[in-house]
């Protein structure tokens, strides 16, 4: 899946999505994104739970993206100067953002314990991004050779692959039970909700620079080369977060990785807003998405300590979704208002301060709680008083 989201990606770069006026690639954008959020709003809530209780039902969810992938890699090599890739483009990442959900349900059923969950999601995060850029070299020698028809060919190849590799997953059922009380009493911990929050505000803020970056290098010269650039920096952050990101864990508290990876957008934002320019974006690309992967890595040992009854593959699932949604969300704000490249830069770098300090707050206060609750369960200690000495008799 990650090799044909590389080849995809570079098919894309020389297509009438660059070749639109900015105006209206915006209206465009904006239109689908709006469309993309109505799987994360309403289906995957109502539809997830069912896929979850079905035997193989995650493994049917990855097979058919992966099928409808090659379909619509294929559909998009007959029409890349059609106005129907913007469609078809948008269909594409809806499908990534499912991958993404099934495969964060599926990784738990497949790992030997709980001990294994974290290592090996920052191991499928590093492969994932070394063979997204293996796929990239043959992928731009057929877009410069032949044309984007045949890099949307040599996709859909990849996610036919995809799909063979899909139909090897075991058939698990990820959660046969509905989540009883103590699962979600769990959840509602404050240390998993402050968790799950700075993750949604992470995420958000990789929606937001993906596509700040995308219209700002519109207007730059040789502004597609630049974008490549600003995605390669992306991957170059996630594979060095997920590389760094266990060996950090066994030296630092998950608490702090997480309020790390805040600390890391709110200043490569400010710094980025104030450096400017080509490179302040390329390093705010790398940046976010070293903290989105660091930070995911933290919240997922998050859950398993503090939710030790939860269903693991639900329970990511759910908040996959939601993170999803804000990456969604968070797109939206600047196609709809275009800024230039140092605002946005900084946009992220105070949005990120503010997140850092309601996070660092937020946490103070439910240590705070917790003190409370256990000094208020101690038994109350009982004072010995002294016994009294009896009075001295009469007549001696």
Known sequence: ???????VVVALADSVLFSLEPDAARSRVLLFLGISMVPFLFVAPLIGPAIDRMRGGRRLVVAAVALARVVLALAMAGRTDSLLLFPLAFTTMVLQKAYAISKSALVPSVVMSDDDLVEANSKLGLISGLVGAVAVLPAGLLQKTIGPAATFTYAAILFLVALVAALRLPREVVAAQPADALERDELQADSVVLAAAAMLFVRASVGFTFFHLFFWFR???AGLVWFGASVAMASLGT????VLSPRLRRKMREETMLFSALLLVAVAGLLAGWIGGIVGALALAASVNAAAAAGRLAFEAIVQRDAPDANRGRVFARFETRFQLAWVAAGVVPVLFAMPGRYG???VGVTGLAALLLYGSGNRAARGRTRRRSGSDRKPRRVRRP?????PRSGR
């Open 219 to 221: 207007r730059q010269d």
């Open 387 to 391: 016994t009294p000495r009896p009075a």
């Open 345 to 347: 830069f900084a946009f």
């Open 239 to 242: 594979m060095t977060a997920n």
């Open 1 to 7: 899946m990650a090799a044909g989201d590389a080849a």
